[in-house]
């Protein structure tokens, strides 16, 4: 049984950093990518990063380009979003999300952990 566990969020000030933690169990990273997602009050929700050990595709939205950074940890069996440069605007529940033997461009989650808020505050 697949499961993601998401932790880490919190409220910071506009500028400042935190890290989002997926933590994984009943899949493998080789035959698996597994993404962040985002969804604002009012707002859709939108995939901010993804990483597939398999063909070693990372991809980020335009709008944390440059800011954020997914990685994974093997020894926890994590996935961690680094946000950096936080602004406002990144104010949202985050959710990690996996597919199995698919590709960061069709991630649509199969799998879901339950959310976590980030708050940025100006």
């Known amino acids: 049984e697949v499961q993601l566990q998401a932790s880490g969020g919190g409220s910071v000030q506009a500028g400042g950093s935190l890290r989002i933690s997926c933590a994984t169990s009943g899949l493998t990273f080789e035959d698996s990518v597994i993404g962040w997602f985002r969804q604002a009050p009012g707002k859709e929700l939108e995939k901010v990063a993804c990483?597939?050990?398999?063909?070693?595709?990372?991809s980020y939205a335009d709008s944390v380009k440059g800011r954020f950074a997914i990685s994974i940890d093997n020894t926890k069996r994590a996935v961690n979003l680094e946000m950096t440069s936080l602004k406002p605007e990144d104010t949202a529940v985050y959710y990690c999300g996996a597919d199995l033997f698919g590709k960061c461009w069709s991630l649509r989650g199969q799998f879901w952990g339950q959310g976590t808020q980030v708050t940025v505050s100006s």
């Open positions: 990483i597939g050990k398999s063909d070693g595709t990372i």
